[in-house]
């Protein structure tokens, strides 16, 4: 443990529920409080321990004057006197919220968690990116998505604020990404070095095995026994492409040809939803949409009250999609490999660069789905097929994506500052 850190603050939008920047967050908490560190939250949603919570809903990129701002600078070339005011004042009053957070919990330490790397909360990164520089507070900011990984920030009109915020290219920030291409691109555009950190997750701990709670998800759903229960494990948003895993689902002509998908929406609007209810209806396959009765394992403190955890939902399925476009890196994809679930996966950028080599077995394809990949996924879950590849895959988790490779790197930084 390194003398001079104790505390360690981590700012965000959000710590709650199962998208990828909580999840992740949780592991990291998780891991730094094993090896003695304290670690306190600063987010506008919160499902940390109350005791170590600190709750500003302005921080949150839903807040509605937050959703109207950003309306306002993504899509448009020039941006009025009347918002960079505003841009300022909510700047300042989110950074003298930052200062409470630093005095009240006494922090050492400030892990921004991606919101100097995204801009869904533009005067949020401005507010850490100052904090910083007038403190000179030691800072890993960990980043999972750039703006310029998303084509829907290329029009705006607050590219003067992208390059000072986003992220910031100061002496007392180190900076963690979480592939290859991001590294590569972060050193480009940037000209900052960085360290590579994949998501992880414990594979030390095995799955629990939980009959009752896994029974009594089928049955709300509407499964039988038989049934085979078909997951997509992530939000409902474009570069899902959840349209493959409908096709999957029709292309086996199963006895129930549903598709679970265990998330909700996510923050790209609601004509996706409408797009893939319209595509199921066509191909004759059934969605069914569990995410409001679904919240983290562990959800940063467990206190969320939905009936069932995402790891009910793994230890449910008999197979998971992962048709995505593209991913940062790909929580559900290690997920499934550690509930020993079979895979379909889309051979996106980051699965052909950093996961694919470890040699993985899984059912992947290229862009679309065809009949020879439905007939690929009937043959690994075959008993003696399945039970060979999944118990491959969770080795090769715990040997390149575990715990331990977090701990290493995470503490070696630490310990650098």
């Known amino acids: 443990m390194c003398a001079t850190v104790k505390r360690i603050g981590l700012v965000s939008t959000r710590f709650a529920g199962t998208d990828g920047v909580s999840l992740e967050t949780f592991k990291w908490i998780q891991v730094l409080e094993r090896n003695?560190?304290?670690?306190?939250?600063?987010?506008?949603?919160?499902?940390?321990?109350?005791?170590?919570?600190?709750?500003?809903?302005?921080?949150?990129?839903?807040?509605?004057?937050?959703l109207a701002l950003h309306e306002s600078l993504f899509g448009h070339r020039r941006r009025s006197p009347e918002v960079s005011r505003r841009i300022q004042e909510i700047k300042d009053y989110l950074k003298s919220r930052l200062y409470e957070f630093t005095r009240q919990y006494e922090l050492d330490l400030l892990i921004p968690e991606n919101v100097l790397a995204i801009?869904?909360?533009?005067?949020?990164?401005?507010?850490?990116?100052?904090?910083?520089?007038?403190?000179?507070?030691?800072?890993?900011?960990?980043?999972?998505?750039?703006?310029?990984?998303?084509?829907?920030?290329?029009?705006?009109?607050?590219?003067?604020?992208?390059?000072?915020?986003?992220?910031?290219?100061?002496?007392?920030i180190r900076h963690v990404v979480i592939n290859t291409a991001a590294s590569r691109q972060l050193s480009y555009r940037r000209g900052i070095s960085n360290v590579i950190i994949p998501n992880v997750f414990d594979f030390e701990i095995q799955p629990k095995c939980?009959?009752?709670?896994?029974?009594?998800?089928?049955?709300?759903?509407?499964?039988?026994?038989?049934?085979?229960?078909?997951?997509?494990?992530?939000?409902?948003?474009?570069?899902?492409?959840?349209?493959?895993?409908?096709?999957?689902?029709?292309?086996?002509?199963?006895?129930?040809?549903?598709?679970?998908?265990?998330?909700?929406?996510?923050d790209e609007g609601d004509l996706y939803v409408a797009r893939i209810l319209e595509y199921a209806e066509r191909t004759g396959v059934k969605l069914i949409f569990i995410g409001d009765r679904v919240g983290?394992?562990?959800?940063?403190?467990?206190?969320?009250?939905?009936?069932?955890?995402?790891?009910?939902?793994?230890?449910?399925?008999?197979?998971?999609?992962?048709?995505?476009?593209?991913?940062?890196?790909?929580?559900?994809?290690?997920?499934?490999?550690?509930?020993?679930?079979?895979?379909?996966?889309?051979?996106?950028?980051?699965?052909?660069?950093?996961?694919?080599?470890?040699?993985?077995d899984v059912v992947s394809f290229e862009g679309f789905v065809t009949d020879r990949v439905a007939r690929q996924v009937e043959a690994i879950l075959e008993p003696d097929r399945l039970s060979?590849?999944?118990?491959?895959?969770?080795?090769?988790?715990?040997?390149?994506?575990?715990y331990e490779t977090l701990e290493e790197r995470l503490l070696h930084l630490i310990g650098s500052l």
């Open 210 to 266: 939980r009959g009752d709670r896994c029974k009594a998800l089928r049955e709300e759903i509407g499964l039988d026994d038989g049934d085979l229960f078909v997951l997509q494990p992530t939000r409902i948003v474009p570069r899902k492409q959840i349209e493959r895993a409908i096709d999957l689902v029709a292309l086996m002509k199963l006895k129930k040809p549903w598709l679970v998908i265990s998330h909700e929406s996510g």
């Open 119 to 172: 801009p869904m909360h533009v005067p949020l990164g401005m507010a850490v990116t100052e904090f910083l520089a007038e403190t000179g507070m030691p800072c890993i900011a960990h980043h999972h998505d750039f703006s310029w990984e998303r084509d829907r920030f290329i029009i705006n009109c607050v590219d003067d604020y992208l390059l000072y915020a986003f992220p910031p290219a100061l002496r007392n």
């Open 36 to 66: 003695r560190y304290e670690c306190f939250a600063f987010a506008g949603e919160l499902e940390t321990p109350a005791e170590h919570s600190f709750l500003e809903p302005l921080a949150h990129f839903s807040h509605p004057e937050i």
């Open 388 to 402: 060979e590849a999944v118990e491959k895959n969770y080795e090769l988790g715990r040997a390149f994506f575990s």
């Open 296 to 360: 983290g394992e562990h959800a940063l403190g467990s206190r969320h009250e939905r009936p069932f955890s995402i790891d009910d939902v793994y230890l449910a399925a008999d197979l998971v999609t992962y048709p995505s476009g593209y991913e940062g890196f790909g929580n559900a994809f290690l997920e499934a490999v550690y509930f020993k679930r079979p895979l379909v996966v889309n051979r996106y950028s980051t699965f052909v660069e950093d996961i694919e080599p470890k040699g993985f």
